[in-house]
């Protein structure tokens, strides 16, 4: 439930990116990258852990997503263009998800986690991803 409200958050909030899309992985992204600026946005993780008072019937679960970004290195021979822009387009993502809470009923607001590098091709494109956080409750009806 909470990955296609977050895409449709993401395509609601942040302008400016040509292709905005749910991926199952990077190499799903790479591949599937058509145009930049591009936003992808991919489950990572998800952990459960039973709350002492309840027991394993009724759980927290902590979900790590992340917006993998794709933009044009090829601009400048040092790529800054491409670094100026990707902080732009990360400060609109962070506006849409930080603080932002998909379930209210069961749900806390999502954080940011970090985000990394993760690959500069021969193709001229950057590749970064910020990680985020969402912890939901679930409960079990046997």
Not at 8 to 29: F, N
Not at 51 to 77: K, P
């Amino acid at each position: 439930m909470w990955f296609q409200a977050a895409l449709s958050r993401l395509r609601e909030r942040v302008p400016g990116m040509r292709q905005i899309e749910g991926v199952s992985s990077l190499a799903d992204a790479m591949r599937g990258v058509r145009v930049v600026p591009a936003l992808y946005l991919v489950p990572l993780s998800e952990q459960g852990r039973e709350l002492a008072h309840t027991g394993a019937l009724d759980q927290l679960v902590a979900v790590t997503f992340g917006v993998i970004f794709s933009l044009d290195s090829g601009r400048t021979a040092m790529g800054l263009d491409a670094v100026l822009a990707l902080e732009g387009h990360r400060r609109q993502v962070r506006q849409a998800l930080v603080g932002w809470v998909p379930d209210t009923d069961t749900g806390e607001p999502v954080v940011f986690a970090g985000g990394e590098l993760l690959d500069l091709p021969a193709d001229n494109r950057l590749w970064w991803a910020d990680d985020f956080q969402l912890t939901t409750y679930y409960r079990s009806n046997p």
